[in-house]
């Protein structure tokens, strides 16, 4: 066999065990009937498990089928409709672990897997490429989520939860989303975003964070720009789009800004912003360091906190 297919079997072989294919079920007429299916993956030794939100929203009964075909009813631990991504529990045996790797290492055009369970079909294996990193996207619900990886996998209704893993078989994201009427474009929620997440849904059944109102994307810094200003950031985020009545657009930063600094922090990804959100002391006025055009400018901005309903 030839190296590169017996890399990707071997990397598929180290997660397998570890991906799950969900069943949701709900009441109706005071029955309970199916109501759609997707995927998840087991990443603690205590049965602990990802799937999507909007796999298992609604949902009266889960039930989570194993590769060895043990079916097992599932508990939600809890969900974040924000970042797409819901916690469930299993008490049961003979499956594997998923190791989570490090999403910050990734590099565009690295070779990607992803695991999952479209259309029912169990277990499909599909490949591509990171075509984007740091990217924040709409979902079909109006839900901004941020730091997602792009990638060119195929994916399909019933991959939703699964994981997407490196050529080492370690995962790098979640499965979350394909652009309808688009070919080639498919999204994961970054895995180290989905670690603080999950932090806070398995200590306190749900998620702080602060809100801002900004679309951002992962950008690399001018190099006149920075030896200019002596800017030690090798990236910054650049403001795409500002939501209307946010206190984004209350602020004085503007579309095409590129911010550098939070909370007199450098912020290099868009998860250092995101770790900072989560912080509860962040609902006071906090300082913004940005490029705009060649001027370098600290500007303010006040957070507030993240209703659990609202559109981010």
């Known amino acids: 066999m030839d190296p590169f297919s017996q890399m990707i079997i071997d990397a598929v072989n180290k997660v397998k065990s570890a991906v799950v294919k969900i069943d949701v079920y709900k009441n109706s007429q005071g029955k309970l009937k199916p109501a759609g299916s997707g995927s998840g993956f087991i990443f603690s030794s205590d049965g602990l498990l990802f799937t999507n939100n909007h796999v298992v929203q609604g949902a009266d009964k889960m039930m989570v089928s194993l590769l060895n075909e043990n079916e097992i009813e599932a508990s939600l631990v809890g969900k974040d ?24 290492q990734l590099q565009i055009g690295q070779f990607l897997i992803a695991i999952g369970n479209p259309l029912g079909y169990q277990h499909t294996v599909t490949t591509g490429v ?31 939860g699964g994981p997407m893993i490196t050529t080492e078989g370690d995962v790098i994201g979640v499965n979350t989303a394909i652009i309808s009427g688009a070919q080639g ?14 932090a806070q849904l398995i200590k306190d059944g749900k998620v702080f964070k602060a809100y801002l109102g900004f679309q951002l994307q992962e950008v690399v810094i ?19 789009a500002i939501e209307p009545n946010s206190p984004a657009a209350r602020s004085q930063i503007k579309e095409g800004d590129i911010i550098i600094s939070f909370n007199n922090k450098p912020v290099n990804s868009l998860n250092q912003l995101f770790k900072e959100l989560t912080m509860k002391d962040i609902l006071s006025m906090v300082d913004v360091t940005l490029v705009r055009h060649t001027e370098l400018l600290t500007l303010a901005i006040f957070p507030v906190q993240k209703a659990t309903d609202a559109k981010k």
């Open 81 to 104: 409709p924000d970042t797409d991504l819901a916690i469930l529990k299993i008490e049961s045996h003979g499956y594997g672990i998923a190791k989570l790797g490090d999403a910050s």
């Open 130 to 160: 990171v075509s984007a990193l740091g990217r924040t996207m709409r979902t079909q619900s109006g839900m901004l989520v941020d730091n997602v990886i792009q990638s060119d996998a195929a994916l399909n209704p019933g991959n939703s």
């Open 185 to 198: 474009i498919s999204f994961s929620v970054d895995i180290n975003t989905a670690k603080i997440i999950a």
């Open 222 to 240: 001018n190099p006149k720009v920075k030896r200019h200003h002596h800017i030690q950031n090798e990236k910054g985020l650049f403001v795409t």
